[in-house]
């Protein structure tokens, strides 16, 4: 794979997971309206994705030794990847209750997350192991801090 559309799949998937991940827990957390997280989500996966690949296509700029070819193929690959990941969790919230829903969006998540993290580790000769434990770790954090910050944000009931 080039290493410019490996660049956009690994930034854009995680990106993408721990995002999406983060705004679901968090809103479902203080709304528990599943039209509040389908309408995050479909935000996340536009605005946020454009974003980061607009970020993307910057560093890899800032690197000053890239081909525009190679900037391009970060850029469109980073947008192609979160959008697409992000995406996919609107399936669950569509077909099941939203609690349930947003357990399967987490294994769903780390699920994605423990594989990238093993090619990652595969690729780096590494002991996948310790790879994937510390991309869980950082990932079940966002999960823990944003579903209190959604239960902390839901005590405010006079919010007009």
Do not use: Q
Request: glycine letters at 6%.
């Amino acid at each position: 794979m080039k290493l410019s559309i490996k660049k956009g799949l690994s930034f854009g998937l995680t990106s993408g997971i721990i995002t999406t991940l983060g705004l679901i827990v968090g809103l479902d957390a203080s709304t528990n309206s599943a039209l509040a997280v389908i309408g995050g989500i479909l935000v996340i996966a536009i605005a946020d994705a454009l974003s980061d690949a607009l970020g993307m296509h910057i560093s890899e700029e800032s690197e000053n030794h890239h081909k525009t070819r190679e900037i391009w193929e970060s850029t469109v690959s980073t947008f192609f990847f979160k959008f697409i990941f992000a995406l996919t969790f609107i399936i669950p919230v569509l077909l099941f209750p939203l609690t349930f829903a947003v357990l399967i969006s987490i294994v769903w998540g780390l699920s994605l997350i423990v594989i990238i993290s093993c090619y990652i580790a595969k690729s780096d000769k590494k002991k996948p192991y310790r790879v994937v434990m510390e991309h869980l770790l950082i990932a079940i954090f966002v999960i823990l801090v944003t579903f209190f910050i959604g239960k902390w944000v839901s005590t405010f009931t006079n919010f007009s």
